[in-house]
């Protein structure tokens, strides 16, 4: 992703892009579910969304389907877009809740385009100018993670960029301010350069292990520290959405590709086994295995530091929050972005550095608090790890959030906010966190008005779901 945006925006402006990579170092691909800001990034690189889906095998999403979280028994969705139609400023999640405080049964997701689409299999795009619910739509993708990095370097080898197979053995500094000056690769060859980006995974040998940057460690807030993944056969039919599965301690993804379905336990070691994870995952995972298990180890958090000297942390060598909302693969695409917006003339400037560090903080720390949210709200009493999830203080960002809604119903955005208003409002009320009130200022709405409102949108939603096509039919192939 790095060498294929570096080289198309700053190739014209004279610099040069190389990419080291060595074929002997896997790849962690867990990032196959995504939300909707990679159409951007793809659209920034021309490349085609129907030729992007044929390449990678990937289907659409529209959201992610949560099971057992409040408590067992118990599902919700988290979709893509806008939950209905603000009125005359006021939040539509206010006009809901009056709503339902009066007697109302139906779901907040109930008048969500993705949401209504979804629970039918249905797929569509809205064409330009659409002025029907259908433009209330919004959608990101599932895709092999393997075949978009394929993609990808073919992309940024026709744009010049220089691949050089080779392992990182050693890196060279400036003995005045500490930059880096060059890598050395196994096989000896030194490659200089004037700035680096280290897409090295978990092990950070740029970030960390020649700069020694720090990490900040979550783990009291996340202790899910160990994933399972496992491919199974396609699911028929396909469905358009990922599905989260909570479990005693931990959680299983159902990722539907249109080759494959990618399965994983995401779990807390010290909560359980690998081999009981195992165990489960392989008991509910979908249709039959079409390979081993594989376990990765991880530690939630994010380097002190993104940016240090002349290097730059993007992915898992950045940091890494869990996947329980597809946001890994957006992380780096945003880290990209800013890079691109913030990128040095003859030499790195604290100001650019700085810039880009409060961004990424602000961004990981955005991602956290709102998959944290997903652990503590919960009425689940069923396991250790639970009852601990029940009991934890949340990061003093997140708990203000809370408070806020607990009172009346408000969002109020923040800095760094990847995740709206509608996705907040979409998992508290999912997770059945209730308000003890809505906002006054629905009471100056007439109340006849806008369920008559609520009732015709929440049909309109239905009948243009109706109307798609099958979602396996809607996929290029």
Known sequence: MAAAALSRFLAPIGRTVTLIESEAIGTVGVGEATIPPIRAFNAMLDIAEADFLRATMGSYKLGIEFVDWSRIGQRYFHPFGAAGQDFHGVPFHQLWLR????????????YSMCTVAAREGRFGIAGNGDRTPLAHIAHAYHFDATLYAALLRRVAEGQGVVRHEGRVVRVDRDGTGGDLTAVRLADGRTITGDLFVDCSGFAGLLIEGALATGYHDWRHWLPMDRA??????????????TRATAHAAGWQWRIPLQHRTGNGHVFASSFTTADDAERLLRADASGEPLG???QLSFTTGMRRQAWSHNVVALGLAAGF?????????????????????LFPGAAVH??????????????????????????KA??????????????????????????????????????????AMPSWAAVLTGQEIWPAAYDPAVDRLNALSVEAALDDMRAAYRRTALSLP????????
Do not use: C, K
């Open 99 to 110: 709503h339902r405080a009066r007697g109302g049964t139906t779901r907040l997701t109930d």
């Open 470 to 477: 099958l979602h396996i039919n809607a996929v290029p192939r």
């Open 350 to 375: 604290p100001a650019e550095r700085g810039a880009y560090n409060a961004d990424m903080a602000r961004a990981f720390e955005a991602v956290r608090d709102f998959v944290v949210l997903h652990y």
């Open 321 to 341: 929050v869990e996947p329980l909302e597809s946001t890994s693969i957006h992380l780096i695409q945003h880290g990209i972005q800013r890079l691109i917006a």
């Open 378 to 419: 919960t009425t689940r009493d069923d396991s250790d790890f639970w009852r601990a999830m029940q009991a934890m203080t949340v990061p003093d960002s997140l708990a203000h959030r809370i408070e806020l809604w607990r009172a009346q119903g408000r969002l109020i955005p923040q800095p760094g906010d990847i995740f």
């Open 228 to 241: 399972l993944a496992m491919p199974t056969a396609a699911l028929d039919p396909l469905p358009p959405y």
């Open 292 to 294: 081993d298990v594989r």
